[in-house]
C-alpha cells in the first residue's frame, strides 16, 4: 500500500502503477481468444465441448448436458434455506423496481403539420448473460443483468456460467429462475462469448452479450463486438473514498476491503485531508485483514494497487477523482450533498458515512455492473437502454415534402450526391 501526498513531486510516477492495473491484455492473450473464437465458429458444438473439459474439467457425451435442467433449478431451491431466496428475492423486486424508471417509450412529434416524426423503441430479441464462476459465484451478478432484461421486454435471456468440476452455485440457479433467465449453460471463458455471439447447434446466437468476467472473457468481448452488441469491457474492479477528516476509520477501511477482495488487480483508494485519518484507515485494514477468509487475495490487492492519499482540500480530492473516474466513488463526508454537483465522472456514487458500496452490490436498486479503468468518463452502468434499440419513424405528407424538398436537394447538390437529390425532385415534378 502506497501512502501519498498529492502535492508531492513524485506522486504522479508512483501512482502510475495504479492506474495502469490491467490495461495491457497482451499479444498471447489476445491471440489465445482469437484462436478460440475461430475454433467455436469453426466446429461448433465439438468445439465447446473440447474447452469445457479441458479449462472446467467437465466432461459431457454432448453439449446438451451442458444445459443446467428444470429439475436441477428445482434441487437448488431445495437446497437454499428459506432466509437466503427471500433475500434474493427481494434484491430482484427492488432492482426491478429501480430499472422500471429507466424505461423510455415510443414517441411520435406532431409539431409539424405536415409531416410526423418519432422514435420506436423495441426490446431486444435474445440476450445472452456471462456471470462468472471459479474464485467466487454471483447471484447479484445474474440478478444485474438479467433484471432490467426482463424490464426491457427481451424475448429471451440466456445465460453462461463456468461450472469447474461440473458443479454450480445453487443460489446463483435460485437467482437465475427469480430473475427470469430462460436457460443456463455450463461455458465458460472465451469459448462462451464466441458461442453466444456466433451461435452453434445448441447454443443461440444472442444479440447482445452483457455482464463481467476474467482478461479472456474481456477480451472476447471485445474481438466479437460488431457481430454482436456488447455492454462495455469491464476490468478489475475499484473504489475511491473521498474523506474530509469525519467519520468511522473502521467503517472506511471495511469498505476499501470489500473490494480489494475481490481479486488480486482490483484497486482501493481512500483520499483524505487528514492525514491522522489516513494513518488509522492504514492501522484498520491491517487489523481488519487478518479476520478475512479471502486475507490473501485483499491483501495482494491492498498492498500492490491500494493507497491513501493525502489531500490540501476536498476540492483537490474531487479534481483527482473526476480525472481518474472511479467505478465505486464513495463520498465519507459531513456533507455530501453539497460537493455531489461537482462530481463529473463515477460509475456509481455513495453519499455519507452509512451508505456502503456493498449496499449498491446487492440489493439498493442501482446496477452494480459499471464502467471501470477510468471509462467512466464516457460509459454509463448497464441499464434498461442496454437492452433495447431505438429506431427513428419519419413520415412526410406530400405537402412537407414540397415544402422541405428544395432543401434537401440543395444539401444533396452540396454533397455532390445527385441521386440523392433526384429521389426528392422526381417527387416534386
Keep these: 500500500m502506497q501512502f501519498l501526498d498529492i502535492n508531492d513531486n513524485d506522486f504522479e510516477r508512483n501512482f502510475a502503477a495504479i492506474l495502469g492495473r490491467g490495461e495491457e491484455t497482451g499479444r498471447d492473450v489476445e491471440q489465445v481468444v482469437l484462436d478460440i473464437i475461430a475454433d467455436v465458429r469453426r466446429r461448433g458444438d465439438a468445439a465447446l465441448l473440447e474447452y469445457t473439459s479441458r479449462f472446467d474439467r467437465l466432461e459431457a457425451a454432448g453439449v446438451p448436458e451442458l444445459e443446467v435442467t428444470a429439475d436441477e433449478i428445482d434441487y437448488a431451491f431445495a437446497r437454499v434455506n428459506a432466509e437466503d431466496i427471500a433475500a434474493l428475492k427481494l434484491a430482484v423486486e427492488r432492482v426491478a423496481r429501480f430499472h422500471e424508471k429507466q424505461k423510455q417509450q415510443t414517441w411520435l412529434s406532431t409539431d409539424e403539420a405536415d409531416l410526423l416524426l418519432g422514435q420506436m423503441v423495441t426490446p431486444l430479441e435474445r440476450v445472452g ?116 477528516g469525519s467519520g468511522n476509520p473502521a467503517h472506511v477501511a471495511s469498505d476499501l476491503l470489500s473490494q480489494a477482495e475481490h481479486d488480486e488487480l482490483a484497486s482501493s483508494i481512500l483520499i483524505t485531508i487528514d492525514r491522522g485519518f489516513g494513518e488509522r484507515v492504514a492501522t484498520e485494514v491491517e487489523r481488519q485483514l487478518a479476520q478475512l477468509s479471502r486475507e490473501s487475495i485483499a491483501r495482494q ?96 405528407t406530400p405537402e412537407g415534402l414540397r415544402r422541405l424538398g428544395p432543401d434537401i436537394e440543395r444539401i444533396a447538390g452540396l454533397e455532390g450526391l445527385e441521386a440523392h437529390g433526384r429521389s426528392v425532385g422526381i417527387r416534386l415534378e
Design 129 to 244: 448473460i456471462y456471470v462468472p464462476g471459479g474464485k467466487a459465484s454471483y447471484p447479484s451478478s445474474v440478478i444485474m443483468n438479467a433484471v432490467p432484461a426482463r424490464v426491457a421486454g427481451v424475448g429471451e435471456v440466456v445465460m453462461v456460467a463456468p461450472t469447474p468440476g461440473g458443479e454450480i452455485n445453487p443460489h446463483v440457479l435460485v437467482a437465475a429462475r427469480l430473475a427470469g433467465v430462460d436457460r443456463i449453460f455450463r461455458i465458460g471463458g472465451a469459448q462462451a462469448v464466441a458461442a453466444l455471439a456466433y451461435g452453434t447447434a445448441t447454443v443461440p446466437r444472442v444479440d447482445k452479450i452483457t455482464g463481467p468476467g476474467n482478461i479472456y472473457v474481456a477480451t472476447a468481448k471485445k474481438l466479437v463486438f460488431g457481430a454482436v452488441g456488447i455492454d462495455m469491457i469491464a476490468g478489475p474492479s475499484e473504489i475511491l473514498v473521498i474523506n474530509d
Design 301 to 396: 490487492s491492498w498492498e500492490t494497487y491500494g493507497a491513501i492519499i493525502v489531500a490540501g482540500c476536498v476540492d483537490e480530492a474531487i479534481s483527482f477523482s473526476n480525472r481518474i473516474a472511479p467505478e465505486h466513488l464513495e463520498l465519507a463526508v459531513e456533507n455530501p450533498f453539497a460537493i455531489l454537483p461537482q462530481i463529473r465522472n463515477a460509475g456509481a456514487i455513495f453519499l455519507g458515512h452509512f451508505t456502503p458500496e456493498a449496499a449498491g452490490d446487492y440489493l439498493a436498486g442501482p446496477n452494480h455492473t459499471l464502467p471501470t479503468g477510468g471509462t467512466a468518463r464516457f460509459f454509463s452502468p448497464l441499464s434498461v437502454d442496454d437492452f433495447v434499440k431505438k429506431s427513428s419513424i419519419v413520415y412526410f
